[in-house]
C-alpha cells in the first residue's frame, strides 16, 4: 500500500487548504487514517484521525476549523482546513492502518502572518 498526500501550499492567515491522500488500493481495509504533522524543531503530532466507521477525533488545537473526511470510490482521504493559523505551518503526513501502519510522503503547509 501507497499513501500520496498533496494539496499543501502557502497561504494567509484565516486562509483555507484542502489536504488529499490518495491510497494505492481500497481504503476499505483501513480500520483507522489520520493526519499528523511536524514543525521545525518539533515532535510529530496527531491533527485527526476517522475510523472505518467514520468516527472522528481532532486534537484541541484543530477542533472547529479542521475537518477529516474520506471518498471510498476514489480511496482518497481529506483534511479540509479552514481558519489557518501561523502555527498550523508544519508539515503534514497521512497514515493508515490495516493494523500495519502507512505512511504517506508529507505535504509542506506554510501559513504566513
Known amino acids: 500500500v501507497q499513501l500520496q498526500a498533496s494539496g499543501g501550499g502557502l497561504v494567509q492567515t484565516g486562509g483555507s487548504l484542502r489536504l488529499s491522500c490518495v491510497a494505492s488500493?481500497?481504503?476499505?481495509?483501513?480500520?483507522?487514517m489520520g493526519w499528523y504533522r511536524q514543525a521545525p524543531g518539533k515532535q510529530r503530532e496527531l491533527v485527526g484521525t476517522?475510523?472505518?466507521?467514520?468516527?472522528?477525533n481532532y486534537a484541541d488545537s484543530v477542533k472547529g476549523r479542521f475537518t477529516i473526511s474520506r471518498d471510498s470510490g476514489k480511496n482518497t482521504m481529506y483534511l479540509q482546513m479552514s481558519s489557518l493559523k501561523p502555527e498550523d505551518t508544519a508539515v503534514y503526513y497521512c497514515?493508515?492502518?490495516?493494523?500495519?501502519?502507512?505512511w504517506g510522503q508529507g505535504t509542506q503547509v506554510t501559513v504566513s502572518s
Open positions: 497514515y493508515a492502518r490495516d493494523p500495519r501502519v502507512y
Open positions: 488500493g481500497s481504503i476499505f481495509s483501513f480500520d483507522v
Open positions: 476517522i475510523t472505518h466507521t467514520d468516527s472522528l
